[in-house]
């Protein structure tokens, strides 16, 4: 049995010995110029590239068979970015067409090449011609029949020029493999290149390459995956006289922030714009893109509805979205009215670059909303941005227990920012209102408040220097804690000068408040405060300064007398200082005056200047003005230093 196997591989590897010499043979004898010209002919009729080839050639039968060409260009090309460059072109061939003297090309695979595409104000380029020349090829009945069906790229250069936009673009390290299967009409191409610093794994198919080429209605098949941004599009293409697009595209992002940035995109000043994803049915058309079934998440929201995004000369974007719950804090938490750790107002610059990034349209809706410590229910707002000018709406929202409505105005003058605020709050929560907005801890109760304020600055200091407008209070049914003005006033009634006592105690019920203050440049004008209970009435003037946060006015509580009675006791009194903590005095000579024991001393002293020495010595003797405490121990109760005769 062994020796019958010895007989029958001697035959066979004879013939395999001749087969391999045949194959050297051949290439002795091979005409070398022909298959060279054979080899730019197929490349020329499939791709349309008429070659010139400047460096040497080689040509390999066996154990590879293949044509390579070194220094490859365009027929015709400009010295300067040629269409086409490649280092080394090599044309692998069929072996068994070979024996036989034909050439037939099976794959091409080029070595380091540059290819420069640029784009026309038309839509063409200058490839448009290789484009042409394969649709014609791959179509049934061609006269030039396609005679490979693979390109493969290997350390390529691709350089993007667009003439209209004058945008330049760059892909580096490409390795990129086009597959057109002759036993299919399909086309793939798969690979990876580097762009902005960033490596793309890529993929695209499409399911009809000659519509595809021509033009025509085909299913496409997109992916792109990065490090900042993952996008992937499923659906169809068709390119007659315009770019139209109609399928599912979906996009990912751990940072929108990032991927705007790496785009070269201008990214929204503040915070947020972290993990992103995107779900959609798209249909583009030209530059403008229309996404409907909208499934959308930004930073942990999510909304559903509708978009558009536009780019025609400028970016625009249009959207009517619905929410279940949103969060707006991440994007104003960069946001610092007030210096850090100070009282003052912040006075670092706004950066208002994003005002002038795009345009927006947009109308949301929400169930819930957060804005910081700010908690509302359901919301319906808008948002317009254009030229640089952004506008906010509240068609009404459900906050502080009531009902708020506003507009907000932002527009941008180099920079500086011109604001523009109006809004209304009915039957809120005057506690939760005061304090989220002013805070203001010590109001509580129902009310209505109405605001209209305008500020230009470059700063939340500017603005508060400029601040002009009108703000109202009307509240009915609460109190101002702190202290209890009847108990102080009946107290100061019965003894002018036993001091304040402890008076940050307890607190003052109200009936009604009303608060009607004016600005001008930065100061508040108080026209108007009347604070008033069956009891008690407090009336208060005077101004705000906004810029230095502190208070000088000036009022008079007085107890309500009954009807018939003779009118109440008043006391003036005096708060000034910080708006976090002012200092309150109550009018000094009233109370002198009133007690019996030291009136006469004040009519006795005709000398103003003498006078005023008294009034400062019986002032400290009776425990002085109505001083807060000291912030590390609770200020003693004050002592009863004199009583009426």
């Known amino acids: 049995m062994a020796e019958g196997m010895k007989r029958l591989g001697m035959p066979i590897a004879a013939f395999f010995g001749v087969a391999v010499l045949g194959l050297v043979a051949t290439t002795w004898f091979l005409n070398r110029d022909a298959l060279r010209q054979a080899v730019e002919a197929q490349i020329r009729a499939v791709t349309g590239l008429d070659l010139v080839v400047k460096g040497s050639i080689d040509i390999s039968v066996f154990p590879a068979s293949y044509v390579s060409f070194h220094d490859v260009g365009l027929k015709g090309a400009a010295a300067v970015d040629p269409a086409l460059q490649v280092e080394v072109l090599t044309a692998n061939l069929r072996l068994l067409p070979l024996l036989l003297r034909r050439f037939e090309i099976s794959d091409v695979m080029m070595l380091r090449p540059t290819i420069h595409v640029v784009r026309d104000g038309n839509g063409g380029s200058n490839w448009t011609p290789f484009v042409e020349t394969i649709a ?31 945008s330049v673009e760059t892909l580096g ?48 098949k997109a992916r792109l995956v990065s490090a900042p941004l993952k996008l992937a599009f499923d659906g169809n293409v068709a390119n007659r006289t315009s770019l139209m697009m109609e399928g599912v595209v979906t996009v990912d992002s751990l940072s929108l922030r990032n991927a705007l940035r790496w785009t070269g995109q201008q990214a929204p000043a503040g915070g947020g714009f972290g993990r992103f994803a995107l779900k959609a049915r798209a249909n583009l058309v030209g530059g403008s893109v229309a996404l409907t079934n909208v499934n959308v998440e930004l930073d942990g929201n999510v909304a559903e509805g509708v978009m558009t995004f536009s780019n025609n000369n400028r970016q625009t974007l249009q959207a009517t979205l619905a929410a279940g719950n949103l969060d707006f804090t991440p994007y104003i938490s960069t946001v610092r009215l007030l210096a850090t750790g100070a009282r ?22 929400a169930a819930k909303v957060t804005v910081g410590p700010t908690k509302l229910g359901r919301t319906a707002f808008g948002a317009n941005l254009r030229n640089g000018a952004l506008a906010l709406s509240v068609g009404e929202a459900q906050m502080y227990g009531g009902i708020a409505k506003g507009s907000l105005g932002i527009a941008r003058s180099d920079t500086v920012a011109d604001v523009r605020a109006q809004f209304q709050l009915a039957d809120v929560d005057l506690q939760a209102a005061a304090g989220e907005l002013f805070g203001v801890n010590k109001l509580s109760g129902r009310g209505n408040l109405n605001v209209s304020l305008v500020a230009s600055g470059s700063s939340p200091f500017g603005l508060a220097s400029s ?23 009946k107290r100061l009634e019965r003894r002018p000068l036993s001091g304040a006592g402890n008076f940050r105690q307890g607190s003052t019920p109200f009936d009604t408040i009303n608060v ?6 930065g100061v508040a004008a108080v026209e108007d405060i009347r604070i008033e209970s069956p009891a008690s009435r407090i ?28 009118p109440g006791f008043e006391l003036p009194f005096v708060v000034q200082g910080p708006w976090d903590d002012p200092l309150i005095f109550p009018d000094a000579e009233s109370l002198i005056r009133r007690s019996p024991a030291t009136e006469p001393l004040l009519d006795a002293v005709k000398d103003r200047k003498t006078r005023d020495a008294v009034k400062s010595v019986i002032e400290r003797l009776t425990g002085g003005g109505l001083r807060r405490p000291a912030p590390e121990t609770p200020a003693p109760a004050a002592t009863e230093a004199a009583k009426p005769n």
């Not at 009409?185 to 399911?207: H, L, P």
């Not at 003052?344 to 809706?365: E, H, V």
């Not at 009607?516 to 440049?521: E, L, N, S």
């Not at 009336?539 to 003779?566: C, H, I, M, N, Q």
């Open 516 to 521: 009607a203050v004016k600005f001008a440049d």
């Open 344 to 365: 003052d107002w912040n006075r670092q610059a706004f950066d208002l670059r994003a005002l002038s990034a795009t345009d927006l349209d947009m109308r949301l809706s």
């Open 539 to 566: 009336t208060l003037k005077g101004t705000a300064s906004v810029p230095a946060r502190e208070y000088d006015l000036k009022g008079v509580a007085s107890l309500v007398a009954a009807a018939g009675a003779k």
């Open 467 to 489: 601040l002009d407008g009108t703000a109202t209070l009307t509240g009915h049914d609460g109190a101002i804690a702190g202290f209890n003005v009847e108990q102080l006033l």
């Open 136 to 166: 014609r090829t791959m179509k049934p009945g061609a006269e030039n029949q396609l005679s490979f069906s693979e390109i493969r790229i290997q350390d390529g250069v691709l350089k993007y020029q667009d003439t209209a936009s004058q």
């Open 173 to 220: 390290d490409i390795d990129l493999s086009l597959a057109w299967p002759s036993i299919s009409r399909s086309f793939a191409a798969t690979g990876q290149f580097d762009w902005r610093g960033e490596r793309i794994d890529g993929s695209i198919s499409a399911s009809d390459f000659v519509a595809l080429l021509s033009g025509e209605r085909s299913g496409l």
